[in-house]
């Protein structure tokens, strides 16, 4: 079974400060993705990595940078957190040119 | 980017009725793929479907690929309320390409 675990299931922030999202799969996937998701607008995308040290922007990358320095591991990193980046973020990996994606449970940030 | 228009955007049912959602794309695209979200989890696939016209089933869920390739429809017979959740429909036009997700039909069942 694939697994693609998330470091926080919950977080909650103060406006400006730095946030990092972990994500890690166990199943050697090459891509991974970060999404948000916010009600009605479905999933969209906000950075990807085809490889290690490989990074791709999405549609929505202002305000977010990411880190791939191992393969199984993707960050997603706020720099300095805002109120509109309250949302539920889900990470995601999949092999190369294989259409599933396998996604993790989702943190649900808060920022105030 | 792009995204799928799928409706309803959310359904009240009765248990043991019938459902139908759809997406729809100004493009075509060349896989179509559900998935479903249950409450507090990450999306999980739920069919693929790889040919116009295409009609595949996993258990009461049947979907099918639009023969315009710019559309896809799943159905839920007899719902359960184990059916609750957010399904999302997702085109990819090419292998290694991204996915295109739709805004998400969001399914409550009355027992």
């Known amino acids: 079974d694939v697994k693609v675990t998330q470091s926080s299931r919950y977080l909650v922030k103060r406006t400006g400060e730095k946030v990092f999202l972990e994500c890690v799969q166990d199943?050697?996937?090459?891509?991974m993705f970060w999404y948000r998701q916010d009600p009605g607008l479905g999933l969209r995308l906000i950075y990807f990595s085809y490889d290690v040290k490989m990074k791709e922007k999405g549609d929505i990358p202002e305000g977010y940078s990411v880190s791939r320095e191992k393969k199984e591991r993707f960050s997603l990193i706020l720099e300095s957190a805002s109120t509109n980046q309250t949302s539920m973020y889900l990470c995601?990996?999949?092999?190369?040119?294989?259409?599933?994606?396998?996604f993790g449970p989702g943190t649900r940030l808060l920022v105030l | 980017g792009q995204q799928l228009n799928q409706s309803p955007q959310s359904m009240f049912i009765q248990e043991g009725e019938d459902v139908s959602m759809n997406c729809t794309s100004s493009?075509?695209?060349?896989?179509w793929l559900w998935y479903k979200q249950e409450p507090g989890e990450g999306p999980v696939l739920l069919i693929a479907l790889y040919k116009a016209g295409e009609l595949t089933s996993n258990g009461r869920l049947t979907a099918q690929f639009g023969i315009t390739r710019k559309d896809s429809f799943l159905n839920i017979s007899a719902s359960i309320p184990s059916d609750v959740g957010i399904y999302f429909c997702a085109g990819q036009l090419y292998a290694g390409n991204m996915l295109t997700f739709g805004g998400g039909t969001r399914l409550m069942v009355k027992p």
């Open positions: 995601a990996s999949r092999v190369t040119n294989r259409e599933t994606q396998y």
């Open positions: 199943m050697d996937h090459e891509n």
């Open positions: 493009s075509i695209f060349n896989t």
